[in-house]
């Protein structure tokens, strides 16, 4: 009776490991870069909004020729801005590759795939674990957007209370060089709306790419991870075993094929991330413990501490999703070489033996095919924000 009653928990929780998927597509609706439901004139609206909006903050950093304290946290929020650009781009220009991926994972999410109770289970452990990350990521990054947003009203809020000063300044949550001068109240309202129009590509850009890439990934390790236990189901059992070897390797090509794909689509969007998070990092770290804070630039200080918080734990994710891929690809490996191989007839040995040659190298998340993620690579990226930013409290 109980292991009935689990089996029917196991078959609900699988159904809703659709939402996984259903809560990613949710995400790039906003902005009409879902691989299966694309908008190109919403994200062309927005992408050609955002990009204007950072050649006009860039403007406005090159305006300011003098080096000053402020300088830093300017230049942070561009190469920001600037990052998810070019991820928003890579990732536009891989959505073909992106859409034989998801219309290749389809059949995975259906219960009869999954012939036991521990295969089910190890299905939806990777599939907890993309649910988890992304109930963390939106909110926070969503939360982050909207403190960066309203910064200057908070500010200014800020300012009123503490120095009694009613006088009202013309700040906006984005630094940039307009063509013309704001000195009115209903030009600085009006200014200030139209930049909101960047908050839907920066947020659901940033985070729906890492929500994404999480849930593929995660995908992938449990599939390893099934195919392991399917194995020594398989070869335990006499009368299904040539079929069940061979299904064993259609499926980890497939699995392999699916991730090699992964690796070409996000490869190249990873690059700048892995690149410039040490960057940001440091000089967010730079501004908190070097510049003096007043009280109307703690709210600015409170969204860079938060973001570089958040970057930390994106980083922090991509790795540790690289890991357990190595690991489940390992896991796999150890599992055909430890089936008992040698005792099974010729024809099923010969089967499995090209299939240890294909799985021994782990497969891996790499960005720009060089920098693989790991656990090991990810103290490298704080060393290196670290040693950054050492060297620039040395010079400056």
């Known amino acids: ?77 561009k190469l920001t801005l600037t ?66 947003y309203l910064r200057p009203l908070l500010d200014q809020i800020i300012s009123i209370t503490e120095t009694a000063n009613s006088s009202m300044e013309y700040v906006l949550p984005y630094k940039a060089r307009y063509f013309f001068e704001i000195t009115e109240l209903h030009t600085y309202v009006l200014t200030y709306v139209l930049q909101v129009l960047t908050m839907p590509l920066v947020i659901c850009g940033y985070t729906g790419i890492d929500c994404f890439l999480v849930t593929l990934v995660f995908h992938a390790c449990g599939q390893f991870s099934v195919l392991a236990l399917q194995l020594k189901n398989i070869t335990m059992d006499p009368v299904g075993r040539h079929h069940g070897i061979e299904q064993v390797i259609v499926n980890h090509l497939r699995i392999m094929r ?50 570089s ?33 040698y005792d099974l007839p010729p024809e099923h040995a010969r089967l499995l033996i090209i299939c240890m040659c294909q799985a021994q190298r782990p497969l891996e998340l790499t960005a720009g095919q060089f920098y693989v993620f790991s656990l090991e690579q990810y103290t490298y990226v704080v060393k290196t924000s670290l040693a950054y930013l050492s060297m620039m409290r040395t010079l400056l």
């Open 1 to 77: 009776m109980e292991r009935d009653s689990s089996e029917t928990t196991t078959q609900v929780d699988l159904l809703q490991c659709v939402n996984v998927i259903t809560w990613n597509r949710q995400i790039f609706n906003i902005i009409g870069l879902w691989p299966t439901n694309i908008d190109n004139r919403l994200f062309f609206f927005f992408f050609a909004v955002t990009i204007v909006h950072c050649c006009l903050e860039y403007a406005e950093l090159l305006e300011d020729r003098h080096f000053t304290e402020y300088l830093i946290p300017k230049l942070a929020e």
């Open 83 to 148: 990052m998810i650009i070019v991820k928003l781009g890579m990732y536009r220009l891989n959505i073909k590759r992106l859409y034989q991926v998801i219309n290749d994972i389809e059949d995975d999410y259906e219960i009869d795939k999954y012939k036991t109770l521990n295969e089910r289970l190890e299905f939806l452990k990777y599939n907890k674990m993309a649910k988890r990350f992304i109930k963390v990521a939106v909110p926070s990054i969503f939360t982050i957007g909207l403190i960066f």
């Open 258 to 307: 699916l991730t090699k794909k992964l690796n070409k689509a996000f490869a190249g969007l990873l690059l700048p991330q892995i690149l410039s998070a040490p960057i940001i990092i440091c000089l967010v770290g730079y501004s908190a413990l070097n510049m003096s804070w007043g009280p109307r630039q703690r709210a600015e200080l409170f969204t860079f501490v938060l973001f």
């Open 309 to 341: 918080l958040n970057m930390l734990f994106i980083l922090f994710a991509y790795c540790f999703i690289g890991e357990c891929l190595i690991m489940e690809s390992i896991s796999f490996c150890d599992a055909l070489y430890n089936s008992n191989w």
